[in-house]
């Protein structure tokens, strides 16, 4: 019987220790309400305030002590989009489905930079917050949810110039903007997928948040932003689909301004791979997560 053992029984038995010896031997194990890979709902809508917490908590960290504050939610997209109309618009003349470059451009940057920021952001989220994993239980999927939510907040500002883009080149939107609302929803659901994969795996081994740069740059070349969808072949359509960007971009276009063709196919191949990624993505945050207070 181990010493340990034997202080113990005699703490129970009633003999005398000392405190300090006491608390030694005395632990409080936490551990989640849920088992497996299975995803606690309940647990996740007790927790509710909390993700709200981490939501105004991202906003006001992101713009501290900045000069422009909210004001680079616009600058980024909107700059970059004057370089792409420069440089693939008027010197490459690059087709763009009979849309004005600038409004071309900005369609497909404003839900890649949002895609990007909320990718960049939830991939450290666990780790930034190692003070908290290492101390409380709560449901660490919180993380990298909240830094997709909050994202939201200056897509919507970033939007606010598009609106502006569209009525001084004249464009009306047609029936096809209803859908819109769909295509962010898959916008949003393609950050969160491949967030869970990164931010559980950052949590393990920190060279992912040195990769991301590198993989953020090449899925923008490998999305429709700086060219259009319809320059894939169509027999190849349904596999540049498994790329969830490249539906979610093209859908944007189509339904913001009603130009070009329909995505149907190259959307529906998206979503299929999105669902693939945020089932996958669930299932392993959750196998890691237990294991996430001991490593990070």
Not at 164 to 186: D, E, H, K, R, S
Not at 239 to 247: D, R, S
Not at 268 to 293: K, P
Request: glycine share 6%; charged share 10%; hydrophobic share 55%.
């Amino acid at each position: 019987m181990t010493s340990a053992t034997t202080k113990l029984k005699a703490v129970n038995a009633g003999e005398r220790t000392t405190p300090l010896e006491t608390l030694l031997h005395l632990r409080t194990l936490i551990v989640p309400q849920h088992s497996g890979s299975r995803l606690n709902w309940a647990e996740l809508w007790a927790y509710r305030e909390l993700l709200y917490f981490f939501v105004w908590r991202d906003l006001k960290v992101r713009y501290k002590q900045t000069a422009i504050g909210v004001g680079w939610a616009v600058i980024q997209p909107l700059f970059t989009m004057a370089i792409f109309a420069l440089v693939f618009g008027r010197l490459a003349k690059m087709p763009s489905d009979g849309l004005p470059y600038p409004v071309f451009y900005y369609t497909a940057l404003l839900p890649w930079t949002y895609f990007a920021g909320a990718l960049t952001h939830a991939t450290n989220s666990v780790v930034e917050h190692q003070s908290m994993v290492t101390k409380v239980y709560f449901p660490r999927v919180l993380l990298p949810v909240s830094a997709v939510l909050s994202g939201l907040a200056d897509f919507a500002l970033a939007f606010s110039v598009l609106i502006g883009l569209v009525l001084v080149y004249g464009i009306v939107p047609t029936a096809a903007i209803l859908l819109w609302p769909l295509f962010l929803l898959l916008a949003v659901a393609t950050a969160l997928a491949v967030s869970l994969w990164l931010s559980a795996l950052n949590a393990l081994y920190r060279d992912v948040r040195y990769a991301v740069p590198f993989l953020v740059q090449l899925w923008l070349f490998a999305s429709p932003v700086a060219y259009p969808a319809a320059l894939v072949p169509p027999d190849w359509r349904w596999l540049y689909g498994l790329n969830p960007m490249a539906g979610v971009i093209d859908g944007f276009r189509w339904s913001l301004t009603g130009h070009g063709q329909s995505p149907g196919l190259l959307v529906l191949a998206s979503t299929v791979a999105v669902i693939c990624l945020l089932v996958g993505g669930l299932m392993y945050f959750q196998r890691v997560e237990g294991t996430m207070a001991d490593r990070v």
